[in-house]
């Protein structure tokens, strides 16, 4: 299974990405999806899941109204939506795969993207 992101870029705050992540091989419509981030200096956090119908959708509070995960199972994709973005924003973005209906935590995702630079400038 590979995952590949992509949409990352620089951007000035206040303004939007959409980020990507296309999975290949393996059963993307039975994977639970995650996005997480890691700003320079610091460990990796969990951003948003997505369960495996879409049905359960989970933030981290610093982002919470501010992106929207989806999927599209027939693209074999998962989208983070990040808007009103902010410089502490600013970061390699992840996508992770996780062989469970829901997200179990970022302990139990099988499988990693590269990731994706965000930088946002003030």
């Known amino acids: 299974v590979q995952l590949q992101a992509s949409g990352g870029g ?19 419509s039975s994977y639970a999806m995650a996005w997480f981030r890691q700003a320079p200096g610091k460990e990796r956090d969990f951003v948003a899941a997505i369960s495996v119908g ?17 999927r599209n199972n027939a693209e074999r994709t998962v989208y983070l939506q990040m808007n009103s973005l902010k410089p ?15 997200y179990e935590g970022h302990r139990a995702m ?12 003030s």
């Open 10 to 28: 620089l951007v000035q705050a206040g303004g939007s990405l959409r980020l990507s992540c296309a999975v290949s091989g393996g059963t993307f």
């Open 54 to 70: 879409a049905s359960s959708v989970s933030y981290t509070s610093s982002v919470k109204g501010r992106a929207t995960i989806s």
């Open 88 to 102: 502490e924003d600013t970061a390699v973005y992840y996508c992770a795969a996780q062989r469970r209906t829901y």
């Open 110 to 121: 099988d499988y990693w993207g590269k990731g994706t630079l965000v930088t946002v400038s």
